[in-house]
């Protein structure tokens, strides 16, 4: 009888959140508009003072540079990841698909980006299973990054604190702790694929034990795939899991979100004039926010909730009215190096078609 109950509560759950999933998305995104909607009608006087002088707009320009540098990094730093699997890429190919993708986070479910990016590697001839670990571990990668810089910039934590949530950090991502976390969610994505194209299936392999201890993952034929090389060399067997520490791209990472980091500080800089000992604050605030606006589902791009956390952590630092200009400019400017990457990477595939002909 108890077992019963327990199943009808089980199924019950399942039910509810099957149901309530679709709408969690609405509740964050409208709970962050709300607090911006707030914060912005309590400020609205300060917003309306504020004005953005004839010095201010080269700030700006380099701010929507260095945010488009960052996007060119951070595809390099995909192709390290690539690398870590043995997907010997150019780095042109792995920067021009970022680039190519990137805008399509902004789209409903921000997960299509992802998506653009392992149907592009599927083209290229890299397995599916590498293409979903790549970028699985990229989010994954910039994530622990973000917190590392916060936790080192920003004043709010104790000696104590920050040494203990960096050594957590770099221990979680080592591969004994990382593997499992990666592959599991890998499966689940894996699983419902195979739902509904089981194509995928046919091409992934079981694994293998080689030596006694170590995973290997074998692929099928991949002929039709390796047509497209478009210059990625694909091996036909895999180590898989991760086999050492990801230390490069998690550099990489860090370099990306420091770049990430001085757009938004001229941004900030544009409206107001900042500090010296305010500027760890201000890349500690801006990771903080970065990451929640990263890992948050249902924010298309971390929309509403990087500025709502951006926000909170600053506003008892700075004048609100500043940090609301400033989050909504940088907004712009981030939209904007997204969708100038986008044209390059299409301008550069058009080019090289012009010259095949």
């Known amino acids: 009888m108890g077992k019963q109950h327990l199943h009808r509560l089980q199924n019950f759950f399942k039910l509810a959140k099957s149901r309530l999933k679709p709408y969690v998305r609405y509740v964050i995104l409208g709970g962050t508009f709300l607090f911006i909607a707030k914060a912005f009608f309590t400020h609205w006087r300060e917003v309306a003072n504020i004005q953005i002088r004839a010095e201010s707009f080269p700030l ?23 690398r870590e699997f043995n997907q010997v890429v150019s780095v042109g190919w792995a920067i021009k698909i970022f680039l190519k993708t990137n805008i399509a986070k902004y789209l409903p479910g921000n997960i299509w980006h992802f998506w653009g990016r392992i149907s592009e590697a599927k083209k290229a001839g890299i397995s599916p299973k590498v293409s979903i670990l790549s970028v699985l571990l990229e989010p994954l990668l910039m994530a622990s990054a973000g917190v590392l810089i916060g936790l080192i910039c920003f004043d709010k934590f104790n000696g104590f604190l920050r040494i203990f949530g960096c050594a957590a950090i770099l221990t979680a991502i080592q591969p004994r702790i990382l593997n499992p976390i990666v592959l599991f969610v890998e499966r689940l994505k ?6 509904e194209n089981s194509e995928i299936g046919e091409e992934i392999g079981e694994i293998e034990e080689v030596g006694g201890d170590r995973p290997t993952w074998r692929f099928g034929s991949s002929s039709n795939l390796a047509k497209n090389t478009s210059g990625v060399k694909s091996s036909r067997e895999i180590n898989l899991p991760i086999k050492r520490y990801p230390l490069v791209p998690l550099i ?8 990430r980091g001085c757009g938004f500080l001229l941004t900030v800089m544009a409206l107001n004039p900042v500090n010296l000992i305010d500027i760890p604050n201000l890349f500690g605030a801006f990771c903080f926010a970065f990451v929640v606006g990263l890992v948050v589902p249902g924010a298309p791009g ?5 500025e709502a956390t951006a926000i909170a952590l600053l506003s008892d630092r700075f004048s609100v009215a500043i940090i609301l200009s400033a989050v ?8 904007l190096a ?3 990457g986008a044209a390059v990477a299409k301008c550069d595939r058009s080019r090289r078609q012009v010259k095949r002909r």
């Not at 894996?190 to 739902?195: E, V």
């Not at 971390?302 to 990087?306: A, E, K, L, S």
């Not at 909504?328 to 981030?334: D, G, M, P, Q, T």
């Open 338 to 340: 997204d969708v100038a």
């Open 328 to 335: 909504a400019l940088y907004r712009i400017i981030s939209i």
């Open 302 to 306: 971390g929309m509403g909730v990087f």
């Open 60 to 82: 700006l320009a380099i701010a929507l540079g260095i945010t488009l540098m960052s996007l060119i990094f951070v595809g390099w730093v995909w192709m390290l990841i690539l």
């Open 190 to 195: 894996l699983s419902k694929k195979n739902g």
């Open 252 to 259: 990489g990472q860090m370099c990306f979100i420091g770049l």
